[in-house]
């Protein structure tokens, strides 16, 4: 809903009309303002969190008085048809087979490694790492230094993710993996939408994308950059083919 709000907002300029199309364009102002706070501002992530509460607070307190319609009933009607059936079988999942699956399953490296970063991000600035001025619990990690720099903006996402207390930070990654399989399941509809101009075929083929081996592949091997980024590369295919359209 975040991703939606922050994308409404600015929608008009940029001629996004449909809800699915705002929710992935604000998660792309969200990831390019995200980048600029953390790793050029140097700001905290905890400084962060503040700003991004208090930034959608008031772009829903503005669109009330300017009355910009949110069409929140769309929203949610628009995006359960998605988020119910993949947040279902993958749910289903890790409670089948439990923490042994969701924390050693697949590439436990990279897994680990990512979190690692994540959790490092969560307690210091980039400048700190920068300056290699990193908390003495840190210091036995083999190449830390060079790690930090290793698809950082995708374990800073995470890193906020991991704000979440009440949630197992292993649980917590399988949770951040399935969000983004969703809004990747929104983009492909896009595109296929665009392609065949026909509703529930473009449905039924962006579900299926979600339970395919390539999706459920990057998925268990911990690919977190690859499903991070698969949305903004999904959304550039869709426009390009409206751009094409319009030549």
Known sequence: FS?????NSS?????????????IFGFCIFVIVNYFLYFVFFLQTSLIIIFWSVVILILVFLSSIFEINLKIKNFFKE???????ITFFYSLVLIIYGEQFYVFRGNHWDLFSYLSLASL????????????DFPSHYLHFQ?????????PLTSFLLGLFLNIKSIDIFLSVSLFKIIFIIISSLSIYLFFFKLFKKKYPSYFLSISFTFSF???YIYEIEALSHIVSLPIFLLLLSE???FNDNL
Do not use: A
């Not at 991703?3 to 994308?7: M, P």
């Not at 190449?143 to 698809?151: A, M, Q, V």
């Open 143 to 151: 190449n830390i230094e060079s790690l930090s720099y290793s698809r």
């Open 121 to 132: 991000f969560n307690e210091v600035s980039f400048k700190d790492i920068i300056d290699q």
């Open 240 to 242: 390009m083919i409206k």
């Open 214 to 216: 390539w999706l459920i």
């Open 3 to 7: 991703f939606y709000v922050i994308g």
């Open 11 to 23: 929608s008009k300029y940029f001629s996004f009309h449909n809800s699915l199309q705002k929710i």
């Open 79 to 85: 995006t359960y048809l998605f988020l119910f059936p």
